[in-house]
């Protein structure tokens, strides 16, 4: 069986995986910062490869800021994510569309400070509690592909 493939590319503004705009100034880095997670713990997984190949079957991994509170020296960021099936399916009507593996995934964490750095640690530990989680849902989907 190859490799389960899982796209990574956030360079296409109207198809952003990584959405880091309620950080504000900080959304870049706190793209790059997602990418990077999922990046990393993708390419350890068994069977799993975040290098694209010729018909590479796999999946999507959205991450997304859904709230972020900078006050009383703390940081505290949530981040939300769904995993999708990749290449797009097409549906009955002929159309590209996602195929959705999960909902309503998430996690929180808080980061001492209030700097950008904070911000970058907190979104980082919540992206590393969450990427492991997406692996066996993952392996478990693929054969019935």
């Not at 590319?9 to 705009?21: H, M």
Request: with cysteine; aromatic share 6%; net charge positive.
């Amino acid at each position: 069986m190859p490799a389960i493939f899982v796209d990574t590319d956030n360079s296409n503004p109207k198809e952003k995986l990584y959405n880091g705009v309620k950080a504000g100034q900080s959304a870049a880095k706190v793209e790059d910062k997602m990418q990077a997670v999922v990046k990393k713990i993708i390419d350890k997984a068994a069977g799993f490869t975040t290098t694209k190949f010729n018909n590479a079957k796999g999946y999507v991994i959205r991450l997304e800021i859904s709230k972020l509170e900078v006050a009383d020296h703390k940081t505290k960021c949530t981040l939300s994510g769904s995993i999708v099936r990749y290449p797009k399916g097409v549906t009955k009507k002929g159309a590209k569309g996602d195929e959705m593996l999960s909902l309503g995934w998430g996690g929180s964490a808080t980061a001492d400070g209030t700097s950008e750095g904070s911000l970058l640690d907190c979104v980082e530990a919540v992206a590393e509690s969450m990427v492991p989680k997406s692996v066996p849902v993952m392996t478990a989907d693929y054969p019935k592909r």
